[in-house]
């Protein structure tokens, strides 16, 4: 099996998205989980520094949250930083044309910008109603965030998304917004 990687974008993304909050005892905690935040990123990172990452943000940023509500803000703020990078900016701009339903078919090329690994499967069940599946999801919480914000982007309201199944190949979501 190939080793999954995060590329350095989706690092720049959550970094921007927490410029504000990252002092130096955040970039230590950071550079001891094994990212650094002042130096250039490098290439990629093992997805476990990544998720060590989102849990080490969420608990310093979200102290008062759960766990899981610390991961969804954490996913939200991040598409607002990704949204400002170079590849970001491109897929944001495209979410917009496309609308929430097509955002959502397309999910697997938009995931792959930001890692080597992620597949998606969509199956619409009604009108702003979909169940999405997503392989190797350790952090559901993280993905309700990105994909409530990202389907915020491609013009969706009253977005709602939550687990509705969980093994160890993905998870299924149900996707429900306001056209």
């Given at each position: 099996?190939?080793?999954?990687?995060?590329?350095?974008?989706?690092?720049?993304?959550?970094?921007?998205?927490?410029?504000?909050?990252?002092?130096?005892?955040?970039?230590?905690?950071?550079?001891?989980?094994?990212?650094?935040?002042?130096?250039?990123?490098?290439?990629?990172?093992?997805?476990?520094?990544?998720?060590?990452?989102?849990?080490?943000?969420?608990?310093?940023?979200?102290?008062?949250?759960?766990?899981?509500?610390?991961?969804?803000?954490?996913?939200?703020?991040?598409?607002?930083?990704?949204?400002?990078?170079?590849?970001?900016?491109?897929?944001?701009?495209?979410?917009?044309?496309?609308?929430?339903?097509?955002?959502?078919?397309?999910?697997?090329?938009?995931?792959?910008?930001?890692?080597?690994?992620?597949?998606?499967?969509?199956?619409?069940?009604?009108?702003?109603?979909?169940?999405?599946?997503?392989?190797?999801?350790?952090?559901?919480?993280?993905?309700?965030?990105?994909?409530?914000?990202?389907?915020?982007?491609?013009?969706?309201?009253?977005?709602?998304?939550?687990?509705i199944h969980k093994d160890a190949e993905g998870a299924t979501f149900r996707v429900r917004w306001t056209p």
């Amino acid at each position: 099996m190939t080793e999954r990687l995060i590329f350095a974008q989706t690092f720049e993304g959550l970094f921007r998205a927490v410029s504000r909050q990252l002092d130096e005892r955040l970039a230590a905690e950071l550079r001891e989980v094994g990212v650094d935040p002042r130096v250039e990123l490098k290439p990629t990172y093992p997805l476990a520094v990544f998720h060590d990452t989102l849990k080490l943000l969420g608990a310093r940023l979200f102290p008062g949250e759960s766990p899981d509500e610390q991961l969804r803000r954490i996913g939200r703020q991040f598409m607002d930083g990704y949204a400002l990078t170079m590849v970001g900016r491109a897929m944001v701009g495209m979410m917009r044309v496309l609308g929430p339903k097509r955002t959502l078919e397309r999910l697997s090329r938009q995931f792959r910008t930001g890692n080597n690994f992620s597949e998606t499967r969509v199956r619409e069940v009604g009108q702003g109603h979909c169940e999405l599946w997503c392989n190797q999801v350790a952090l559901p919480a993280w993905y309700e965030g990105i994909i409530a914000r990202g389907l915020e982007f491609a013009g969706a309201r009253d977005v709602e998304v939550g687990v509705i199944h969980k093994d160890a190949e993905g998870a299924t979501f149900r996707v429900r917004w306001t056209p």
